[in-house]
């Protein structure tokens, strides 16, 4: 059973930093590209970054570029998202998701979510 | 960025009644537009792929359908626990995008 489990998330000041995980398992992680999406407090989706399989390819959302890094072990079977210069904008649910990439692609598999809040 | 603009943002519906959700793109997308449900306090989970797959163990009577930029999203009777807010996705062009929502509530 494929199981993504995200932690990590907690209050932080405005200009601070959090570091997420996901810890994958049920499935080859090494074989999927990974990404983050998160969802604001009573909003909708929004896509955050993704990561390829090997790393070589990196994609950020424009409203984090520059501040959000992913990463990935895939020997731990792990993503993360090294957070910095946080702002109250950030703050959101947390979901790593599997992306289906190639020609069809989708988030088939998403973790329960942890919530980043960004308050003085 | 591909905007995705669902209608409408709400509706009310009884148990048994057949709804449709509608999710239109500011260009044409093909059919590389995707559905998903999220329940309360829940993730999202996919229902739908390339606009009319079923995702495995999806129930029959969700359906999808559209292409270019209009698309629909079908639940053709209505259990209780479709009650949720249902998301459509480009997966066209990079950034991928979702569209605002439709939150299907009890009438």
């Known amino acids: 059973e494929v199981q993504l489990v995200e932690s990590g998330g907690g209050l932080v000041k405005p200009g601070g930093s959090l570091r997420l995980s996901c810890a994958a398992s049920?499935?080859?992680?090494?074989?999927?590209?990974m990404n983050w999406v998160r969802q604001a407090p009573g909003k909708g989706l929004e896509w955050v970054s993704s990561?390829?399989?090997?790393?070589?390819?990196?994609s950020n959302a424009d409203s984090v570029k520059g501040r959000f890094t992913i990463s990935r072990d895939n020997a731990k079977s792990s993503l993360y998202l090294q957070m910095n210069s946080l702002r109250a904008e950030d703050t959101a649910v947390y979901y790593c998701?599997?992306?289906?990439?190639?020609?069809?692609?989708?988030?088939?598999?998403w973790g329960q979510g942890t919530l980043v809040s960004v308050s003085s | 960025d591909i905007q995705m603009t669902q209608s409408p943002p709400s509706l009310s519906a009884s148990v048994g009644d057949r709804v449709t959700i509608t999710c239109r793109a500011s260009?044409?997308?093909?059919?590389?537009l995707n559905w998903y449900q999220q329940r309360p306090g829940k993730a999202p989970k996919l229902l739908i792929y390339?606009?009319?797959n079923l995702h495995g163990g999806v129930p029959s009577r969700f359906s999808g359908s559209g292409s270019g930029t209009e698309f629909t999203l079908t639940i053709s009777s209505l259990h209780p626990e479709d009650f949720a807010t249902y998301y459509c996705?480009?997966?066209?062009?990079?950034?991928?995008?979702f569209g605002g929502g439709t939150k299907v509530e009890i009438k």
């Open positions: 260009q044409s997308i093909s059919s590389y």
């Open positions: 998701a599997r992306l289906i990439s190639g020609s069809l692609t989708y988030f088939d598999y």
């Open positions: 996705q480009q997966s066209y062009s990079s950034p991928l995008t």
């Open positions: 049920g499935f080859t992680f090494s074989n999927y590209r």
């Open positions: 990561i390829s399989s090997t790393s070589s390819y990196i």
């Open positions: 390339a606009a009319s």
